[in-house]
């Protein structure tokens, strides 16, 4: 008979075998806490706070919060309102901050709040935070989260939104929702890869959104699309250049809607196989992206409504679009 003990203490646990007569029992210490838990490791000491996004004159409910610096002794903070919010913790240079909420539901308007000069990187394991949507908001002192863990699925909606000190992504995010992960994290370098074949609705809305320092796009591999799953991934991306390759022959409604919109520094257009189209499925794709000089070439042979609307609105280099259809619904318009 094998027994295993979890490690409920985050740290420590046991098996016991036993075949009736002999008993054996080992020992097992986690000391890689990281792997677990949400982690941060302080670069630069300053204070962390937990904040409620909320009037205080409301008499809101703040979301609780528990948090370690051993992966031992836990303790609890729960978000306030008032100016910081609530004071987490004064933290010093190469602390490790390990962070974990309950499994119950829990409202999305609680962040951080990097304050006194407080810097550093997030890594180990978001699944142990139920619902991040936004937990660090326009916490500018984050640099690096190169080495966080997103378990698929997880719903990443505006996690780092307004992080302007972040340069570093994940290395790769699996199938998940991550609409305005990375909003205005105007100093983000490199996106993560995205290997996900088939997509969820909104999956990827506004993910890189004004993300002004990114120059390449990650491949985009998806052969499955929904409903404005692509729309404004890279809306403001102003020094893109090239654009991934859309291998997806079946578009969904408004799946490329302000995809690029926007990208004044966008030389090069993707080919787009697509012959099956959807409501608005290319509208506004290339709006504003003054640098594009070529159009791809346009194969599906059947129009619907708004597919093609406002497709390169003031693109002002491009002058000459080939489109095949041979059909088109009453009163849409392929709109340069």
């Not at 008993?23 to 941060?40: D, E, G, P, V």
């Not at 937990?135 to 939104?161: H, M, R």
């Amino acid at each position: 008979m094998v027994t295993v003990n979890s490690f409920e203490d985050g740290r420590t646990g046991t098996i016991t075998i036993s075949n009736g007569k002999l008993t054996k029992t080992i020992t097992i210490t986690q000391t890689n806490y990281s792997a677990r838990y949400l982690t941060l490791e302080v670069t630069s000491p300053g204070t962390l706070y937990w904040k409620l996004d909320a009037d205080p004159y409301d008499y809101p409910i703040g979301r609780r919060i528990q948090f370690s610096t051993g992966g031992v002794n836990w303790f609890d903070r729960v978000s306030i309102a008032n100016n910081n919010g609530c004071k987490v913790a004064s933290l010093t240079t190469g602390t490790k901050l390990y962070i974990k909420t309950s499994t119950e539901a829990q409202d999305c308007l609680s962040h951080f709040v990097f304050a006194d000069g407080l810097k550093g990187n997030i890594s180990g394991n978001l699944g142990s935070f139920n619902e991040p949507m936004r937990i660090f908001k326009d916490c500018t002192g984050i640099q690096s989260a190169e080495n966080l863990i997103v378990p698929e699925g997880t719903d990443c909606t505006g996690l780092f939104v307004g992080c302007t000190g972040l340069i570093t992504a994940p290395k790769s995010l699996p199938r998940g929702y991550y609409q305005g992960m990375f909003s205005g994290c105007t100093n983000l370098t490199t996106a993560p890869v995205l290997p996900a074949t088939t997509l969820s609705r909104n999956c990827y809305q506004g993910m890189f959104a004004n993300c002004s320092s990114i120059t390449t796009a990650p491949a985009l591999p998806a052969t499955v699309l929904t409903e404005n799953c692509y729309q404004g991934m890279f809306n403001g991306c102003s020094n893109l250049a090239n654009a991934p390759e859309l291998p997806a022959t079946t578009l969904a409604k408004r799946c490329y809607y302000m995809m690029f919109q926007n990208c004044s520094n966008l030389a090069n257009a993707p080919e787009l196989p697509a012959t099956t189209l959807a409501d608005g499925c290319y509208m506004n794709m290339f709006y504003g992206c003054t640098s594009l000089a070529t159009a791809p070439e346009l194969p599906a042979l059947e129009l619907v409504d708004s597919c093609y609307g406002s497709m390169f609105l003031e693109c002002n280099n491009i002058n000459h679009i080939k489109a095949m259809f041979i059909t088109t619904p009453e009163a849409k318009y392929t709109n340069r």
